[in-house]
């Protein structure tokens, strides 16, 4: 594939690149072809270091990084197209570099010579000399050549290395599964009457889809991201929510009725026996506490101890919560019994009656366009970036955009592309990626580009996207992790935000969120879409007044989500393993308040813990929602949120610093002390301050 790269000015007249993928350029056919090829200039650039009797960190660490760097920028295209544009080719190119890759990544990781040669480093005297940031990489690469294996046995190595390779083409075969279902799974409806409470744009993309099959008329009626939830929190035709709901929660198991070819649980099953199996062997007693060795929780105690005292000071709310949803279905719908495919459309009514809001009145406020110039006057008043759009730049497909960041003395820091609208053969939910990472080289910086992908509904043609508050705030949420890496001013790939403890990562991404709830800024950014109104106070008022609406509820669901993944992670047992939801009943009847689906199989379909990052680590998104809380709580102490000087406090001690320190010293840094949980208490409505 091909590059351009432009050369830029900094501060202090040092040179900066930066460098883009032209997309049209790359070849899928020759992709596995030249991942060979690298990977085995890898392997012979190992080979030929760990030949040196002495090493130093420029001459070990810097030819390494710059392999890893080109291997990057090989991948990272190819991967994430795979992502949001797959095609067959595509699949089976990625599943075969993806096997490439883990046996690369394990080989290197077990390689004795290169694990000599950094501790080499560490013992010696020059060690002592270096900077923080090359202290740390020198420590943590150390550390992860151990829970690669490199102390094991011949045989035992090689046993992990078989773990790792399956482990990736079951997690890849997972993903498949789940794409091929919310491609392949729906039915056609007809009567344009069982649509009544879904949206306008809504229905039109359900029409579209209906033609897109070769149905000339009706509406093609799906599980996918951007219509399901819609479908589950407005239509009013109890049937239709129903057969939605019960696809949506049975997805990837032989539950769902003519997918049975996409049923994951014997790939679940095998995960979790492989990763038990590869822990033992590194050593520990179980997959939980291996993922710990890399996250600030440390031990299965602590995460086990957080979780509960989340879920015992949420629950007795929660129940009132779903109390008086129980009593609101009945008088307003006649519902005796409140089932699973229920819930959403009943507390969204109920929003709609206490609060005279909802999602959907809300939509036609946030387009995309003003979306993101509000996100962009707030990051402004904050950290003093600005943000610039950028035309005519290579895209992977039609309605990407690309965006420039520039700091406050106007010194271009970065860049992002927007990927929003969903489609089939992307990947479900919301995330943020790794375009180009950012180094620095004897001939300057290579500036940092990031991805940041959504799956918001699909425009009418010649119309711009438009989005509910609550993709609003996703779009914050993704652009608390696009600045994080973006604003790094790390001088090495290995201590960028991507190294970051993974139970820390989402902390500035949290954070942004809690702007989406300050009248000012919402209306900076809502200009109804057909009228031109600004977004009025009293939607504001209600909107600020309903964030707490069903918070309990929401947060033993997320609580649901992290125990199940860390119990079958901390708790399985290898001579007698335990039925994956049976785990996750038992957890669900000490923490669930509302109903469940009796052949509910959402664990076939997790993809965070089955075919992401967060295996053993969904805990993460509450753990760092301490630290995002208690960061916002400085902005309200200065009795400001738009505080610069807080803002730059954050941005100098965390943003900037990216993993080159441990995230507990930046967050002491910055605040002067350890986190509270009790800032997440008080934000979740738990405890008043």
Not at 263 to 286: P, S, T
Not at 652 to 674: D, I, K, T, Y
Not at 676 to 681: D, F, M, Q, R, S
Request: proline share 3%; aromatic share 10%; net charge negative.
């Amino acid at each position: 594939m091909q590059y351009t790269t432009e050369t830029h000015k900094g501060k202090n007249g040092e040179v900066l690149f930066l460098t883009l993928p032209v997309w049209k350029t790359l070849a899928v056919e020759t992709v596995i072809t030249e991942l060979e090829a690298l990977l085995a200039e890898g392997r012979a650039l190992v080979e030929q270091l760990v030949k040196n009797d002495a090493h130093t960190f420029d001459s070990l660490v810097l030819p390494l990084e710059e392999h890893a760097n080109r291997l990057h920028l090989l991948w990272s295209p190819v991967n994430h197209l795979n992502a949001v544009l797959q095609t067959d080719a595509l699949r089976e190119v990625c599943t075969k570099g993806a096997q490439l890759i883990a046996e690369y990544e394990t080989t290197m990781g077990q390689h004795e010579g290169l694990s000599r040669a950094y501790q080499f480093v560490k013992e010696s005297t020059a060690y002592e000399t270096l900077t923080l940031p090359q202290k740390k990489i020198i420590d943590d690469t150390c550390r992860d050549f151990v829970l690669s294996g490199v102390l094991l046995q011949q045989e035992a190595k090689e046993r992990v290395k078989a773990i790792n390779a399956e482990l990736t083409t079951l997690s890849d075969t997972f993903g498949n599964h789940l794409k091929d279902v919310d491609e392949k799974w729906g039915f056609l409806v007809s009567d344009i009457a069982i649509l009544d409470g879904i949206p306008e744009v809504v229905r039109q993309e359900l029409k579209e889809d209906a033609k897109t099959r070769g149905h000339l008329e009706g509406f093609w009626i799906s599980i996918k991201p951007s219509v399901a939830p819609v479908i589950l929190a407005n239509a009013t035709n109890r049937e239709l929510r129903k057969k939605v709901s019960t696809a949506w929660v049975t997805a990837g198991s032989a539950e769902l009725s003519g997918m049975e070819e996409y049923d994951n649980a014997e790939i679940v099953a095998r995960i979790l026996k492989l990763r038990h199996e590869k822990a033992q062997l590194l050593g520990f007693d179980n997959y939980a506490s291996y993922s710990l060795a890399q996250k600030m929780a440390g031990s299965t105690d602590v995460v086990f101890n957080f979780l509960n005292q989340l879920a015992e000071k949420g629950i007795a709310p929660a129940r009132l919560e779903f109390e008086k949803l129980t009593l609101f279905a009945k008088e307003k719908f006649g519902y005796e019994v409140l089932e699973s495919w229920d819930t959403a459309f009943v507390a969204e009514a109920l929003r709609k009656e206490t609060y005279a809001i909802s999602q959907e009145e809300l939509r036609p406020y946030f387009t995309e366009t003003k979306v993101f110039q509000g996100f962009f006057e707030l990051l402004n008043k904050i950290y003093g970036v600005t943000v610039r759009e950028r035309k005519e730049v290579s895209a992977w497909t039609s309605g990407v955009r690309f965006y420039e960041v520039y700091d406050k003395e106007g010194v271009l820091r970065g860049g992002f592309y927007t990927d929003l609208i969903a489609r089939a053969k992307k990947n479900g939910g919301a995330w943020m990626d790794i375009c180009i990472p950012r180094r620095i080289t004897s001939d300057g910086a290579q500036l940092p580009v990031a991805y940041l992908n959504c799956n918001f509904t699909k425009p009418a043609s010649g119309e711009e996207c438009t989005m509910t508050h609550a993709e609003v705030e996703t779009v914050f949420h993704e652009g608390g992790h696009v600045l994080h890496h973006v604003l790094g001013l790390t001088e090495y790939m290995g201590v960028g935000m991507m190294s970051v403890e993974w139970d820390a990562v989402e902390c500035p991404s949290q954070l942004m969120e809690n702007w989406c709830f300050d009248t000012s800024v919402l209306k900076a950014m809502g200009v109804h879409n057909k009228t031109g109104e600004v977004i009025p106070d009293v939607l504001c008022e209600r909107l600020i007044r309903a964030k707490r609406y069903n918070a309990a509820i929401a947060l033993m669901r997320q609580l649901e989500l992290a125990l199940s993944d860390f119990t079958l992670h901390a708790m399985y047992n290898p001579l007698a393993p335990e039925n994956p939801m049976d785990v996750v009943s038992t957890i669900r009847r000490r923490v669930r308040v509302t109903p469940v689906y009796a052949r509910d199989r959402y664990l076939m379909g997790f993809s965070h813990i089955f075919d992401g990052s967060y295996s053993a680590g969904y805990y993460s998104y509450k753990w760092a929602e301490v630290l995002s809380a208690d960061i916002f709580e400085a902005y309200l102490e200065a009795g400001n949120i738009f505080d610069h000087t807080v803002g730059l406090r954050f941005l100098n001690e965390v943003l900037e610093v990216g993993s080159a320190r441990p995230m507990m010293e930046s967050f002491c840094a910055f605040r002067g002390r350890e986190p509270k949980v009790e800032a997440l208490l008080r934000s979740e409505g738990l405890i008043i301050k």
